[in-house]
């Protein structure tokens, strides 16, 4: 077969503010790749299915010479990030054609070869689940969810949790944790058909934080024993408020800030002593040692079975991503967002 | 004995700052108590010693309404805090006159009843150390210290503490205890003086963050394992640009927002998820069951003996308690401020 286009998602500016779509990212297509031929070098050829869209990816679009834990997007190059793809040639011994690969280290590009399986793992779907979920509910999103909840929540029956961000891929798998292991869950969304979601997962107190004061919600209900922190600012002042002696803050993301240069002011933290609150932050690859085994034992059975709900949204084609990438970043997104670049 | 004056300090006027002398406290000297016959109803009459003088009272004189971990002072009442007396009379079994009482439940009072031991302790002197230490060194201060860092610390011979406000007592301790397990430390103060004593005491980096650039030290010696925070606002955002991966923060106190009514911001928070850092708030008398014992074993010990240092700035007299209060919220105290009301 002769080369065909290989369209990639190339990294062009580095944004101030938003990301801005044909400036920030650029959808290329002058690329081509011979699948039958190009060389695998020992590697395989991935040709990509399902790219997992998250807020995280606007930290990379950074000047490389700020540091910080995941590295930067280089000029002109392609994105990469967690996804899903099919192998369909291998020189590999232990990746066979056929196998899913799935893992931080999927180029936004039609195909790309691998040398081998860093930051990937082979994906066994033995309930047969659509793909997509490996990079939601299964992936990153739902291992961030799974792994910190266990590791940082020290939750107890009977206690009281707040999830910001509740109808995100993370925040609506905690929910359903905090839900099994009978806590009393508060949790915030940004639309009126998000706050339906969250009743639909058995959120006891849902409301929409652009017309519902949080802090009030908050108070009204008796305060908070955990919080799940999704959006930094004044969600954060709100939950330190209304925090109950011991608190523990799981502060896993703080969307309200990444499109800001200066960051969002947090006025007071003094209830950190005040109350013995813990604050704790997380880089959820560090957590798999200790919870992947269990995330992969349980989370599985426990969607097929649905007795855990998730959402998707699904953006057709890789050109679609500079559009999911600021949906995500400006809250725009109805569920967890997945673009799709080729069906199998 | 006919009725003495018993000149006492009274919470006057809830401060919208600074407390200020005269207006929010006042020395009262309008009261008698007749020491002789005053009624004991079965408790022991105290003649008070030593004061400690310390940054959270200003947390108290606060509208009562407003709920916090501490109960605010009543207005027209005489303040109360952490200090030593002499018992000077008593009809409880276990309290005997001559015996050294000790705790959070002192008034700023020549002299006070008590009915029972409610927050205080006898104290058993056998290294004859000053009184004054047992306010100090061997009382809050010094049990805040040696019980925060040997909880939350996780302290690693060859990692990197930075202490703020370092030269308060507090801070002074804390370096004390981290040298001796083997770490470097970096500490701050806010001035030349404070600076030497922080060397004096073992600090590998001294630096007086009024003429140095607190991020600039931290940056040049290649960041924090652990944070040691008594001050918050800038030095905490410092220390959050400068903390290594998985850091301990340990929030002791922030006194740079205690007297701004808007609290100060911190804007780099997102830092706390990026490098997996956890911030421990606490409450020192929470964590006495477990480290008490400990402290009382080792610490009068290893003072008696020269190894731990401590400095005091006495003030003389209970009606130098307002300008006490006043230097220890502004930082204008030399030391740990102590007020010496009667020596014995």
Redesign the interface.
């Known amino acids: 077969m002769s080369p065909i286009p290989n369209p990639r998602i190339l990294f062009n500016h580095i944004p101030e503010g938003f990301p801005e779509i044909d400036k920030t990212l650029i959808y290329d297509t002058t690329q081509t790749i011979d699948i039958d031929n190009v060389s695998l070098d020992g590697g395989f050829l991935v040709k990509t299915l399902d790219l997992s869209i998250d807020p995280y990816m606007r930290?990379r679009m950074r000047d490389p010479a700020i540091d910080?834990?995941l590295p930067a997007y280089p000029l002109g190059q392609p994105l990469n990030g967690f996804g899903l793809g099919v192998v369909i040639r291998s020189e590999h011994p232990e990746v066979k054609v056929g196998e899913y690969v799935c893992g931080f280290n999927v180029d936004h590009a039609h195909y790309f070869v691998r040398k081998d399986l860093f930051l990937l793992e082979k994906v066994d779907n033995k309930f047969n689940l659509p793909t997509s979920a490996f990079v939601g509910v299964l992936g990153m999103p739902g291992q961030t969810a799974f792994y910190a909840w266990h590791e940082y929540s020290h939750a107890k029956p009977g206690e009281t949790v707040f999830v910001s961000a509740g109808a995100g891929p993370v925040g609506s798998l905690v929910i359903q944790l905090a839900k099994a292991q009978g806590l009393k869950v508060i949790a915030s969304a940004g639309s009126e058909e998000k706050v339906a979601f969250l009743k639909e997962i058995g959120t006891d107190v849902a409301f929409n934080y652009k017309t519902t004061n949080t802090l009030e919600v908050l108070k009204k209900e008796g305060g908070i024993d955990v919080y799940w922190d999704n959006v930094?600012g004044e969600t954060?002042e709100a939950a330190l408020e209304a925090a109950k002696?011991n608190g523990r803050f799981i502060?896993?993301?703080?969307i309200s800030?990444?499109n800001s240069a200066?960051?969002?002011?947090?006025?007071?933290?003094?209830?950190?002593?005040?109350?013995?609150?813990?604050?704790?932050?997380?880089?959820v690859n560090?957590l798999e040692e200790r919870w992947g085994k269990k995330f992969r034992e349980e989370i599985p059975a426990r969607i097929a079975s649905g007795e855990i709900k998730y959402r998707e949204q699904i953006y057709e084609g890789l050109d679609k991503v500079p559009h999911a990438i600021l949906d995500v970043q400006r809250g725009k997104n109805t569920a967890k967002a997945v673009v799709r670049v080729s069906k199998e």
């Open positions: 930290g910080s834990y930094g954060l002696l502060i896993c993301g703080m800030g990444y200066d960051g969002v002011p947090v006025r007071n933290l003094w209830q950190i002593f005040s109350k013995s609150l813990t604050l704790s932050g997380f880089i560090r």
